[in-house]
Each structure stands twice: as C-alpha cells, then as structure tokens.
C-alpha cells in the first residue's frame, strides 16, 4: 500500500513556515525532515509516523490508535504509529504534526542539512 497524498499535504500544508524542512521517501511512506532530523511521515501502513521523545513514548501510547512503531519485528523507539487521515479530526492531526516537528527541532541538525 502507498502512503495517503492527501496526509501527506496535510503535513506540508501544516509545516509550510518551518526552516529546514526537506522530504525524504522512507520507508515506504514519505518523510518530513526538520535539519535532517525526521519528524513525522505519512506511512505506507496508513496513518502517521511520529518522533517523539522516547521517555514519553510509553506514555502517549494508548495501545489502540496510538502505538509504538515496529521495524522488521522490533520497536522503534521514540516512534510511534498513529492511526490519522487526511478526512480524520484536523486538530488531532496537527497535535501529532506539532509534536513530531517540535522534537525534531530540539535536536542538533544534521552535517550539511539545512
């Protein structure tokens, strides 16, 4: 399954006035970088792809909607899978957005990444 265009221009509609933002496919779905740090993505699986702190992880995580995301078997951490699309609550969405972009930008940026 592709990744949902429409989420994906969510997103971008959402992150159009962040600096350094770059998209990226991975994964099978598309990528948002924040200085070359992702932050969210419109996954292959459906749903969004969130970095988030990974002490808080466990916490946002309600097991149902909102799950850790699993790579070839094993948790990734600080990530999780929300299951959003582009017709589902917009500020859900943009919550999840804004999390994800807020995280990214706390990191240092990547060599050459703008």
Sequence with gaps: MAYDHDLADLIRELIAGEERVTEQPMFGGLAFLIGGNMS?????????????????AEALADGERVRP???GGREMRG??????????PPDEI??????GVSYARSLPAKSGRR
């Design 69 to 71: 995301m699993v790579m």
């Design 40 to 56: 969210v993505a419109a996954s292959r699986q459906g749903g969004l792809l969130v970095r988030v702190d990974p002490a808080e």
């Design 94 to 99: 943009e919550r999840w957005v804004s999390r």
């Design 79 to 88: 990530w999780l899978h929300v299951d959003a699309d582009a017709d589902g």
